[in-house]
């Protein structure tokens, strides 16, 4: 692993995702009753089941590599040399400290060394780190090092503004801060190439 990565045990994938969501299903219906909650009750009884089904399938699926967006990339034919710049891609991810929702948008920028990548692949990359218990400074640096690698180049820029729900629904409670992180290289060193990239969002 480097900093970059999602702690992961090596055995993480071992079970397959209905043993995974039957094991949720038991563990999570024990904080429930630890909680107090009557699981008879037709509007609690199914909640164990959702709640493991939507961690495995859904909220955490990124943790999965086989659940990686594959990538496609195409010869740059028509030689475009400026930068691209995808914003307001949303996403929705969760905070790992505290199991809450993470809501932001994030904005990509990328200069083409000869291959240039499908808009909605940019989409999936932000979807996929997303889809995963997080920290935002880890999942900035895993799209920005997975464009890279599927661009042939360092010159890449992210951005990522979000809403952290453990900030505005618990501990301090302030509903209205959001936190920025953003990576880049290559020519995105150049101050004034990053001014332009942040005139266009």
Avoid: W
């Avoid at 240039?116 to 995963?132: H, Q, T």
């Avoid at 640096?141 to 729900?165: P, S």
């Avoid at 301090?172 to 290289?185: A, M, Q, R």
């Amino acid at each position: 692993m480097t900093s970059a990565d999602t702690p992961l045990r090596k055995d993480a994938f071992v079970k397959s995702d209905e043993e995974k969501i039957a094991a949720i299903e038991k563990l999570f219906g024990g904080i429930m009753e630890e909680l107090g909650l009557d699981l008879t009750d037709d509007s609690l009884r199914g909640t164990p089941y959702r709640v493991a089904k939507m961690y495995v399938k859904e909220i955490f699926q990124g943790l999965n590599p086989k659940n990686k967006p594959s990538l496609s990339v195409f010869e740059n034919k028509y030689q475009y040399s400026k930068m691209l710049v995808e914003k307001d891609i949303t996403f929705s991810s969760a905070c790992e400290h505290h199991f809450l929702p993470i809501i932001g948008k994030a904005h990509i920028g990328y200069i083409s060394s000869g291959m240039v990548i499908g808009l909605s692949k940019i989409n999936r990359v932000v979807e996929y780190y997303g889809k995963r218990p997080q920290v935002q400074e880890r999942m900035t640096l895993q799209i920005f090092n997975e464009l890279k690698e599927a661009l042939q180049t360092d010159d890449v820029i992210v951005v990522i503004e979000a809403e952290h729900l453990c900030v505005s629904t618990r501990g301090v409670n302030d509903k209205t801060s959001k936190t920025t992180t953003l990576e880049y290289g290559g020519r995105f060193n150049d101050i004034d190439l990053r001014n332009e990239f942040y005139g266009l969002l």
